[in-house]
Structures are given as C-alpha cells and as structure tokens.
T-cell receptor, first 109, second 116 residues
Framework: GENVEQHPSTLSVQEGDSAVIKCTYS??????FPWYKQELGKRPQLIID?????GEKKDQRIAVTLNKTAKHFSLHITETQPEDSAVYFC????????FGAGTTVTVRA | GAVVSQHPSRVICKSGTSVKIECRSL??????MFWYRQFPKQSLMLMAT?????????EQGVEKDKFLINHASLTLSTLTVTSAHPEDSSFYIC????????????FGPGTRLTVT
C-alpha cells in the first residue's frame, strides 16, 4: 500500500516568513495529492490539491509543487499569519487516501 | 455544495455498550464513503471503505465484527462500535466521494467518542 512520509513534524515561524512542508510517497499509481489544514477537534479542510499531470499550483499565499519522478511534493505558505497556525496533512490518493503524519505549524506574532 | 454531516458530534457511552455514528452526504450522492479514526496528536487512519449496497472493505488490523459499517443508501453510511472499550475512545471522521468518477473526498465534522 501507499506510504506517505511528512517532514517536519513541527514548524515554528515568525509572522510574515514562509513555511515549507515536504512529503514523499511510495506508490507510483498515486495521482492526486491534496493538502489539508486541521484545527483542534475539527474536520480536515482542503486547502490546495495537485494532480499528477501538473508540476506546480498556486492559490494566493499557498503553493504546492510535485516531482513525480522523485515522488516528492511540497507545500509552501508565504507571508504567514497567526491564523495559519494549525496541523497540516499531506496525502496521496490512488483510490484510497493515505495521510502523512502531520506538521504542527505555529506562527509567532 | 459537497456537504457531509455526522451525528452525533459527541457521545459518551459505558464500556460494553454499542454506539452508532451516522454519516450523511447532504447535497450529493456518495457511491463511496470512508471511515477514519484519529487519536490525539496523530494522523487520520483509514478504518474501512464502504460502497453503497456492498460489504465494507476493512483495513488490516481493524476488526470487522467490532466496527460494523452499513452503507445502505447513496447518502448514508453508519459505523457501529460494538462492545465499546475505553481504548475505542477516539475522534471518528467519515468522508464521502461523489459518484461520477470524482477523486476528491469530502469530510464530515467528526464524532468524538468517549467510552467510560
């Protein structure tokens, strides 16, 4: 089955700086890579996704890159704000959705 | 669009009893629903996949007789935790995938189960 690794597990950044989270996956059949933000006690919220035929996607302050050859994908958040503080999960989907372990992001004001 | 609800949002039950959690797709038909369990400060772990009208497929290590899943219609799946134990206390989240070959999953708000 799919194995998704996510790093770092925790990330503390100064407000206004950038945050980068990296993931790797193992199954070359995975073709969809969503990123979720989860606040305590709430459902995962889709923030951006990328499909395997695209290398990069951007939505305002959030961008995702995908390297299919290396089986790497990354989330970039620019100009971080305190409300970006949350747990972020990457995931890879062939049929089932396999989550990474999560990254706790803290944005210091 | 693409709203998924869960009921109840919180439930407390005594050891040995059973509890049912409902997952509904409110504005779309879901051919496939997924059930996840999330322990504190951990990731979401897939428990089982259910397709409307057929038996659920359970992930390795998940007891099918303990976690009964029924996907009786295109808008409703239920998870019943039977003979609950304190170690079953967790956050249970469902997700639904719309019919038509879509890959995105839409998550319910989760159910916090506490077994005393």
């Amino acid at each position: 089955g799919e194995n998704v690794e996510q790093h770092p597990s925790t990330l503390s950044v100064q407000e206004g700086d950038s945050a980068v989270i990296k993931c790797t996956y193992s199954d070359s059949a995975s073709n969809y890579f969503p990123w979720y933000k989860q606040e305590l006690g709430k459902r995962p919220q889709l923030i951006i996704d990328i499909r395997s035929n695209v290398g990069e996607k951007k939505d305002q302050r959030i961008a995702v890159t995908l390297n299919k050859t290396a089986k790497h994908f990354s989330l970039h958040i620019t100009e971080t704000q305190p409300e970006d503080s949350a747990v972020y999960f990457c995931a890879a989907v062939d049929y089932k959705l396999s989550f990474g372990a999560g990254t706790t992001v803290t944005v210091r004001a | 669009g693409a709203v998924v609800s869960q009921h109840p949002s919180r439930v407390i039950c005594k050891s040995g009893t059973s509890v049912k959690i409902e997952c509904r797709s409110l504005d779309f038909q879901a051919t496939t629903m997924f059930w996840y369990r999330q322990f504190p400060k951990q990731s979401l772990m897939l428990m089982a996949t259910s397709n409307e009208g057929s038996k659920a497929t359970y992930e390795q290590g998940v007891e099918k007789d303990k976690f009964l899943i029924n996907h009786a219609s295109l808008t409703l799946s239920t998870l019943t935790v039977t003979s609950a134990h304190p170690e079953d206390s967790s956050f249970y989240i469902c997700s639904a995938r719309a019919r038509g070959g879509h890959i995105e999953q839409y998550f319910g708000p989760g159910t916090r189960l506490t077994v005393t």
